[in-house]
């Protein structure tokens, strides 16, 4: 590691004992670096968090000076390289040492923050946050897990592409993560978890299906039992659990679809005067509609499973997002959530 990570480590490390530290990687997003910093700026104003920034150091001093906020209150830790999403995850993850991803990675293993947020590449920070940071102990597979509006609030659902083929206990670990996640950072009190089906029954579905279900049943959570996805959007659940593909592909149909009704009611309502007066008459409802399905406002996808508290912000994340990513960041560590996590897996392989 360059001389400058090692003398930015002693110093941070000193600083440790003052409060949360948020590692925000600068670098990575559609947007990057400069919504990255002014969301990271915003969430030091607002929240009360202490933020380390990694990337390019001239250009991140820059962006912070645009935003005429005084640079000491950013810890700055220079990374020279960029993995982007053509790149090969774990090759890039192993080869680029000095990218802000790995450099951010290597400080939350190292105890130099609480939390590392990255808009980055989904596969290296899945890669990097397996091979750097680890899992927990007892778990088998880490989770990806994204919030999913619904008519009653958002639930909780994983995995959404960490894990393309599973094991039916890696499904009754993502329930209990998920539990976890949903009761300690969503403020769900016993949330409901639910296994993805084709069909109510228990005896309905896959192989796996009928085995998670039966490991699902017999662990220490609230379980509703299968759903279907048509159901998903009604809210009857919290935490909706599966496997990856099926999660990813829940996912980008549902932005899909979303991104079509928004379409057609934005033609509708500007196709002749009279509906956009009547637009103009459902003005804040239209509004409040539409902020309800932002990404945006719910922060980012957290990596459960792995040691140390990850967020994969959405790609195009602006600061807005990255502010509530590390929002997400601070009720997350506040909770405990991962001691909790290793706490509830140990029981489960005790019983075992």
Same mark, same amino acid.
């Given at each position: 590691?360059?001389?400058?990570?090692?003398? *930015?480590?002693?110093?941070i490390?000193?600083?440790?004992?003052l409060?949360?530290?948020?590692?925000?990687?600068?670098?990575?997003?559609?947007?990057?670096?400069?919504?990255?910093?002014?969301? *990271?700026?915003?969430?030091?104003?607002?929240?009360?968090?202490?933020?380390?920034?990694?990337?390019?150091?001239?250009?991140?001093?820059?962006?912070?000076?645009?935003?005429?906020?005084?640079? *000491?209150?950013?810890?700055?830790?220079?990374?020279?390289?960029?993995?982007?999403?053509?790149?090969?995850?774990?090759?890039?993850?192993?080869?680029?040492? &000095?990218?802000?991803? %790995?450099?951010?990675?290597?400080m939350?293993?190292?105890?130099?923050?609480?939390?590392?947020?990255?808009?980055?590449?989904?596969?290296?920070?899945?890669?990097?946050?397996?091979?750097?940071?680890?899992?927990?102990?007892?778990?088998?597979?880490?989770?990806?897990?994204? %919030? !999913?509006?619904?008519?009653?609030?958002?639930?909780?659902?994983?995995?959404?592409?960490?894990?393309?083929?599973?094991?039916?206990?890696?499904? $009754?670990?993502?329930?209990?993560?998920?539990?976890?996640?949903?009761?300690? @950072?969503?403020?769900?009190?016993s949330?409901?978890?639910?296994?993805?089906?084709?069909?109510?029954?228990?005896?309905?579905?896959?192989?796996?299906?009928?085995?998670?279900?039966?490991?699902?049943?017999?662990?220490n959570?609230?379980?509703?039992?299968?759903?279907?996805?048509?159901?998903?959007?009604?809210?009857?659940?919290? @935490?909706?659990?599966?496997?990856?593909?099926?999660?990813?592909?829940?996912?980008?149909?549902?932005?899909?679809?979303?991104?079509?009704? !928004?379409?057609?009611?934005? &033609?509708?309502?500007?196709?002749?005067?009279?509906?956009?007066?009547?637009?103009?008459?459902?003005? *804040? $409802?239209l509004?409040?509609?539409?902020?309800? !399905?932002?990404?945006?406002?719910?922060?980012?996808?957290?990596?459960?499973?792995? $040691?140390?508290?990850?967020?994969?912000?959405?790609?195009?994340?602006?600061?807005?997002?990255?502010?509530?990513?590390?929002? $997400?960041?601070?009720?997350?560590?506040?909770?405990?959530?991962?001691n909790?996590?290793?706490?509830?897996?140990?029981?489960?392989?005790?019983?075992?």
């Amino acid at each position: 590691m360059h001389n400058i990570y090692l003398i *930015s480590v002693e110093f941070i490390t000193v600083l440790r004992r003052l409060g949360m530290k948020v590692i925000v990687d600068a670098m990575g997003g559609d947007n990057a670096p400069n919504e990255i910093i002014r969301g *990271s700026i915003e969430a030091i104003k607002e929240l009360g968090v202490e933020i380390i920034l990694v990337g390019k150091k001239d250009i991140i001093q820059d962006e912070i000076k645009k935003n005429n906020f005084d640079n *000491s209150s950013i810890e700055i830790i220079n990374a020279e390289d960029i993995i982007t999403n053509e790149e090969e995850p774990a090759m890039a993850i192993r080869r680029k040492k &000095d990218s802000s991803t %790995v450099v951010g990675l290597n400080m939350l293993k190292d105890g130099l923050g609480d939390a590392f947020i990255s808009a980055g590449s989904t596969g290296a920070l899945l890669a990097g946050g397996l091979l750097i940071v680890k899992r927990i102990k007892g778990i088998e597979r880490a989770a990806l897990a994204t %919030v !999913f509006p619904t008519k009653k609030r958002v639930s909780l659902l994983l995995d959404v592409g960490a894990n393309a083929d599973c094991k039916a206990k890696y499904i $009754q670990q993502f329930g209990l993560m998920g539990s976890i996640y949903s009761e300690k @950072v969503l403020n769900v009190k016993s949330p409901k978890v639910g296994l993805v089906n084709i069909g109510t029954e228990k005896e309905k579905g896959s192989i796996l299906a009928k085995e998670a279900y039966d490991l699902l049943s017999a662990s220490n959570i609230n379980f509703y039992g299968n759903i279907e996805a048509r159901d998903i959007p009604e809210g009857n659940v919290d @935490v909706i659990v599966c496997d990856g593909f099926v999660g990813n592909v829940i996912v980008k149909l549902t932005e899909g679809l979303a991104k079509s009704i !928004f379409s057609e009611l934005k &033609d509708m309502f500007t196709k002749s005067f009279f509906s956009k007066l009547g637009a103009l008459m459902l003005k *804040s $409802q239209l509004k409040e509609f539409k902020k309800n !399905f932002d990404y945006r406002e719910y922060g980012g996808a957290p990596l459960l499973g792995i $040691q140390k508290p990850v967020i994969k912000a959405h790609g195009s994340s602006d600061s807005t997002a990255i502010k509530n990513a590390i929002r $997400q960041a601070k009720v997350f560590i506040e909770n405990d959530v991962i001691n909790i996590i290793e706490e509830e897996i140990g029981k489960i392989e005790y019983n075992e």
